[in-house]
């Protein structure tokens, strides 16, 4: 079954209250449609990347109270798991679609791509989208838009990546939920595949 793309309805599992009806209404609407997606994404990015990629999607097997406020699939070099690993994502919050690259606090690359994010800053200012946007949490929606980066800005945010254990490093495309291409599914693919070609050199810049 090709990928369809996601509907209101998708997103207003956020709104489900309690951990199993919450994990029940997730299963049974996103979780098919995010492997379809993790499916059809992985021979492109496995040839843009040059090497196999594996799709790994959310399973939020940890919680035991709290119902998950996002979920996702996320992309890595690995089949045994991505946390470890600079990766792509895309996932969902009650509010909008994400489409990043991210390099999160498990990962021991984030020390190398603070150091080329230091190095390559004003490359990198100019290499992305204004209207891409960059985040340190994760689990935290807020985000700082592209244009409103400023040098220092990235070099706090390397500066934070390289000494501070629990520090991350997010960057990519929200997309409001309500927008017409997140119900037309090969267009939504099409919007994915530019958004990971664009991110590719901050991929690179991790290794």
Not at 73 to 86: D, F, H, N, T
Not at 104 to 124: C, D, G, P, T
Request: glycine fraction near 4%; charged fraction near 25%; charge should be neutral.
């Amino acid at each position: 079954m090709p990928f369809e793309g996601f509907r209101s309805k998708d997103f207003e599992v956020f709104t489900v209250p309690g951990l199993e009806p919450r994990m029940e209404a997730l299963i049974a609407n996103v979780r098919p449609k995010l492997e379809e997606l993790g499916r059809e994404m992985t021979p492109f990015l496995s040839a843009l990347c040059g090497e196999e990629m594996f799709p790994h999607v959310a399973k939020h097997a940890r919680r035991t109270i709290n119902p998950p406020n996002d979920t996702w699939v996320a992309w890595a070099a690995s089949k045994r798991g991505y946390k470890a690993l600079p990766h792509f994502q895309v996932g969902m919050f009650e509010s909008h679609l994400f489409i990043i690259f991210a390099v999160i606090y498990e990962s021991q690359n984030k020390v190398v791509f603070a150091k080329h994010l230091e190095k390559n800053r004003s490359k990198v200012k100019k290499s992305l989208p204004d209207h891409f946007y960059w985040s340190m949490d994760h689990m935290d929606p807020g985000f700082t838009p592209h244009a409103e980066m400023s040098a220092k800005d990235f070099s706090q945010m390397a500066e934070r990546l390289e000494k501070v254990k629990k520090a991350e490093v997010l960057c990519g495309l929200r997309i409001p939920k309500g927008e017409a291409v997140l119900e037309n599914g090969p267009e939504l693919v099409s919007l994915i595949q530019s958004t990971f070609e664009t991110l590719l050199p901050l991929y690179k810049m991790a290794f």
